[in-house]
């Protein structure tokens, strides 16, 4: 059985920090990327970060550069979202998702695995 179980969420003022972890375990934990998306109500799910469980290679949504930074443990088998600088805009559920295939970064239809998401609220 697959599972992505996202923690870490909460209410923050702008200008503050969060860090979201991501565990993943059986088939999920075996993937080839793991990645970070948001959804705001009324939104479509939008791409935030992703990271490659072997090479560690990293791509971020423009919207984050700069302010957040993904990251994993092979380990403990848990990918790290830590934001900083938030802003009000950043309000969102953030879901942690994992794909199989090497073709798909940014685009949520293409992934295989989903958690439940976490809410980050941002109070400006």
């Known amino acids: 059985q697959a599972q992505l179980i996202e923690s870490g969420g909460g209410l923050v003022q702008a200008g503050g920090s969060l860090r979201l972890s991501c565990a993943a375990s059986g088939r999920a934990a075996s993937t080839y990327r793991v990645a970070w998306f948001r959804q705001a109500p009324g939104e479509e799910r939008d791409f935030v970060a992703a990271i490659t469980w072997s090479t560690d290679r990293t791509s971020y949504a423009d919207s984050v550069k700069g302010r957040f930074t993904i990251s994993r443990d092979i380990a403990k088998k848990t990918v790290y979202l830590q934001m900083n600088g938030l802003k009000p805009e950043d309000t969102a559920v953030y879901y942690c998702?994992?794909?199989?295939?090497?073709?798909?970064?940014?685009?949520?239809?293409?992934?295989?695995?989903w958690g439940l998401g976490t809410q980050v609220t941002v109070s400006s």
């Open positions: 998702a994992a794909v199989s295939g090497a073709g798909v970064t940014q685009r949520a239809n293409g992934y295989d695995y």
